[in-house]
């Protein structure tokens, strides 16, 4: 659910940060695992509502063999947005930090770099600075940190990366701070034939590295933002594939059912957003035969996580916008939008 | 297993007939259908041999759990070229020929194509002729086929097609023409843990339509040449997809590891081709930590299918040729060469 700066003919960048462009930057340890369906309640994090029983009601009647709705396992195809639908997002996307932090590693095998802008001002840490770079800048940044090296380097240095930094706000893992609800619901879904995927605007190499045990989604199920890999040889003839500057795949707004068209090939029965970008998403999902579900996630929970939108006069804001138009396009074609603040019991596993 | 036309910097086209261009266009009831593992032997239709014991001892090796080279079940992936590796390829690929056929169709709906070449030619039926039209003549027929339909048009009208089409050679359904010994080894895989791709040169779009039927294959798991489809809304105001002539993924040679990155994101345990095309799919499954197997199908068996190579002196060929180059690397790197005459007890169900 990021909002792209480029149009289609500008691809020109980044598996992943497309979106992330637009943005003027501003801003743990135990998993977040996702085992087996408890007994009882399979949504136990849940408020009951209409979210929640849309959720169960679509399971029910697309399992029951003698439901006019019935799908068989084989086309049980669940989706879902990441930033802002399953983990946090604010106040921003956790890729962005992984490339500004990236910086000084960068810096430490191109020394020559340490001098040069845009690498001085994330270097010297000064926030405000940081801020204001211009986007052509902030595309060197992520040229530099998503780019250019074996897929086989960048998947070590994510996993490094994803295993110590922590958000300021919770001093947690990023990957701590899932949400508890959307996790039970994946859950849910698998218990029940499911297969779900993560369908991202983020790298898909990037999320690929963690999508397995944060989310129980193996990387063959992560679709996302995805830059070209070329084929060749290191010099000890080896066979390495190189991340490329050229983006094949822009995974938000239309790019979502465009990159479902082409990583799975058949239409979602369920799929959760929470942003403009995940809009033709959820048409797509709602627009296919027999019972579909589309749900939103609304972040109206200023106290436990964030609140903004600018939907129902909640702040505005660049990253994750929920827009007004979006609430109504939901509202008129019967898609649910999930209250955080209403209905979600708990938000995050350590609640 | 298709040889490229096109360069990397001549994205024009086609999902999954690029490569189709390069050649001179020279030239059925039930189903070979991928049940369970039958008890016994698992791969009946092979003679004992080299190629037939690496397979076994690749799966023992790969799932017991003593092993040193036990796999993971989430990381048990397996490879499969199509053309030439899963079924006949030869005189031409299956999917040339649906072009061609659909040409009429084409027409009626465009009437004022009927004078027009190569539609005219094709139209004529003079296969002499239409063995002659130039390269950029055949682009027309295949953007026509290929693109500017929604993706459920597609597969409606491929799946109209290969239900009926049938193979001249054999008057069987081109479906039918899949190797039984290949489909043996699919379900051997599978029974044993490992998730089972086709990665073809040949249209994902197309592939997808009638994988999971003959293979047991599910549309996410082909990985093939893509074209990109646009999202965009019908008259009624319906979410649709619409097939672009712009080519995404060229699915030969390097773009086979690059596509399998792309759409899968896991290195294969073992990965089976039989042509030039798949060299780079073979060597980047070779270059994996602990056992790794690479096979290769020379078609060597005229009397019961083809005979080409031009590896080992057998005929040259456009269609999935074998050349002596790759023969030697075979060799020399460790993989092995399935000889359809000596190792394959019967080549198709109906033998």
Known sequence: MMKSAFGPNRRVVLGGLAGLLSLRVAGAHGQTGAGDLPPGDPLPSWNDGPAKAAIIELVKSTTDAANPNFVPPEARVATFDQDGTTWVEHPIYTQVIYCLERVPAVVREKPELKEVEPFKTVLSGDRAAIEKLPTDELLKILFATLSGMTVDEFQAQVSAWIATAKHPRWDRLYTELTYQPMLEVMRYLRANGYKTYIVTGGGQDFVRVYSERVYGIPPEQVVGSAGGVTYGYAK?????????????????????????????????????????????????????????????????????????????????????????????????????VISMKRDWKKIFSFD
């Open 236 to 336: 000890d003839g080896r066979p390495i594939l190189t991340k490329e500057s050229k983006l094949l795949l822009n995974d938000n707004n239309a790019g979502k059912p465009e990159g479902i068209h082409l990583e799975i090939g058949r239409r979602p029965v369920i799929a959760f957003g929470n942003s403009t970008g995940d809009r033709q998403m959820l048409e797509y999902t709602k627009a296919g035969d027999g019972a579909r579900a589309a749900l939103l996630v609304l972040h109206d929970d200023a106290e436990r996580e964030y609140a903004y939108g600018p939907a129902l006069g909640l702040p505005d804001t660049k990253v994750g916008a929920f827009t007004q138009d979006l609430y109504d396009e939901a509202k008129k074609d019967g898609w649910f």
